[in-house]
């Protein structure tokens, strides 16, 4: 993966116990589609059995190589590209953002995102995803004139269509309950969605469509994980995230409060002060200059969340 402007690279490869790569890891999404054999797929530690038909990623960071047995071979389709083929703009004007579970799409643009898990396919769905990376495969070999975008297209096509086949193994149901084991994970990316997002309109019904589950049923598992509905969660994010900008920036409030996602400053006034317990102009001023609190006078460095309570 040299080319600088265009970070992708596509092959077929045949593994053997002799020819095995070192367990590794690397800085680039890799698809991996098994086209024939089977092997033991070492990932992170653990061992999983892979075989024709199985496709899965392995995410930047993510440390993984095969055991074979003598004189076997494991042939798979190994697609690599950067998480920068994919602009989060450009991705929303296909309306993948709209349509998308971020199962197979959305990890590789945030490296603290983390989805391995593997598709077995059989009879079409097998065929149609061998059939669009051997798309990709000529493309990339014979670098016509609108490879690059020919590719990409390709690309995000398979990652719908193997997301669409991962709903359907597991379940497309909104009401689809998350088992009490997988809960706190499932709530883990809901937050870090929401931390990434904060600037962003967030509803129930967006959240509802790109976590595959009903809306009532995100917020009762949410409350009961974190002991906050989704929309607390998000005012307490969108709040800590103003209280940082109004200590480490001269931005005006109307700007902040835009900044964190509120369209209207007077909202997020009253809603600032009822969280915090003054108003964002009062915290400003309290933070950043000295202040006397009970006749102890505190510069900036020493004045504390309690200390903002008590002179406010």
Known sequence: MSEKDFPFWINHKIHTDRNLPPIHGHDFVEVVYVTDGEAEHIFEGELYHVSAGDVFIINPGEVHTYKLKEDSQ??????LFMPTLFDEVWLRGLGISESMDYFYVHPFLDKSERFHRCLNLRGQEAEETYRLLQNMINEFESKRNGYATLIRLQLVQLLVQLSRMYQKVNGDSRQTNVKSEERKTFI????GYLERHYDQKLTLTILSELFNISSRHLNRIFKE????????????VRINRAKKLLTESDAKIICIAMDVGYDDPAFFTRLFSRMVGCSPGKYREKINGNVVVNGITLDETSVTESHIQTIC
């Open 225 to 236: 994980e974190t002991g906050k509905t989704v929309i607390e969660f998000v005012h307490q």
């Open 74 to 79: 494991l042939s798979i389709i190994n697609c």
């Open 188 to 191: 883990q990316r809901i937050c």
